[in-house]
């Protein structure tokens, strides 16, 4: 073989390998974003089952707590809102995160405001449904903190993935940016206190 025909070997060679490490890091990175846009999906579902329940609270506690209407509405309101809050998981950003994470907040504490209504209601803390309900509702707010768990740690494999070399190149050369993390606002660390 000539000199050149060899060159062109090893120029051909070089281009399928460097046209398979493009098309596997293309492939990765999209598997990741799509796993991190899934794990907001499940963060979503979760304060949604919590925005259902609350109607649901907020009618049983209708019944017991009729002078209470003022705090029932804001529970109403708060939930309302919440519900408007969404976030497209195509274009996750940490603006609408913090958004969306405010209007969460809002919601726990009118919940909180309705808990000590609460105490003033024994037979109210002794109703079935009540209770059932305080049960998912725990349940729920356990699961909504796993899922934001989940969907960081995704986030952080998607980043991670992204801004190593030689990836980033790839990363950067095809659009691919960084994902923002859920983070809770000052003074939510923990879980809010949902105990009747």
Not at 80 to 100: C, G, K, Q, Y
Not at 116 to 140: R, S, W
Not at 157 to 174: E, G, K, M, S, T
Request: net charge negative; charged share 30%.
């Amino acid at each position: 073989m000539s000199n050149r025909m060899v060159s062109l070997f090893f120029l051909f060679l070089i281009l399928l390998l460097l046209g398979a490490f493009v098309w596997g890091t293309y492939n990765r990175l999209v598997k990741r974003e799509e796993a991190v846009k899934e794990a907001w999906s499940q963060v979503e579902n979760q304060y949604q089952r919590r925005v259902d329940l609350v109607m649901n609270l907020v009618e049983t506690v209708k019944g017991y707590a009729e002078h209470e209407q003022e705090t029932l509405s804001r529970v109403v309101e708060a939930r309302a809102e919440a519900t408007r809050m969404m976030v497209d998981a195509e274009n996750l950003n940490a603006e609408s995160l913090e958004a969306f994470g405010k209007a969460q907040e809002e919601l726990s504490g009118t919940l909180s405001r309705l808990m000590l209504v609460i105490e003033q209601y024994p037979d109210l803390k002794a109703n079935e449904n009540f209770i059932m309900l305080q049960g998912q509702l725990e349940g729920t707010e356990n699961r909504i903190a796993f899922e934001r768990k989940e969907f960081n740690e995704t986030v952080n494999r998607y980043n991670v993935c992204r801004r190593r070399f030689p990836r980033n190149l790839v990363a950067r050369l095809l659009g691919f940016k960084r994902q923002p993390y859920f983070e809770a606002g000052s003074g939510k660390e923990t879980v809010p206190d949902v105990q009747f």
